[in-house]
């Protein structure tokens, strides 16, 4: 298994509203078309109004690469850029859990 985490800050309330939206297309095509996409979830931040948290795990590296060739995930990383004002990435390795092969 493999995954991420990823905390992005979008500039403002309009910005916030146009990136859940790319947020909602983006998810659809990945839901329908990527079956090594374990979970791919975007959380809003309590008290953080323009803050969200991407949650992903990939079935591997392999699954997770797959993922950043789709046209769909190209289009989000091009769009994305114009809407925040920060991203930050953490890379998961999977210690234990439930759910979880291994």
């Known amino acids: 298994m493999f995954g991420l985490m990823v905390r992005f800050t979008c500039k403002d309330e309009a910005t916030a509203e146009a990136f859940d939206q790319l947020v909602g297309e983006t998810i659809e095509k990945i839901r329908d078309g990527e079956p090594g996409t374990l979970v791919y979830a975007s959380h809003r931040v309590d008290g953080q109004p323009l803050q969200r948290i991407f949650y992903?795990?990939?079935r591997d590296r392999a699954a997770?690469?797959?993922?950043?060739?789709q046209e769909h995930t190209k289009r989000f990383l091009a769009a994305r850029e114009a809407?925040?004002?920060?991203t930050e990435v953490d890379w998961?390795?999977?210690?234990?859990?439930?759910?979880?092969?291994?």
């Open 64 to 69: 997770f690469d797959t993922h950043e060739e």
């Open 83 to 86: 809407l925040l004002t920060s």
């Open 56 to 58: 992903e795990l990939y």
């Open 92 to 102: 998961l390795t999977l210690q234990t859990g439930k759910g979880t092969a291994g």
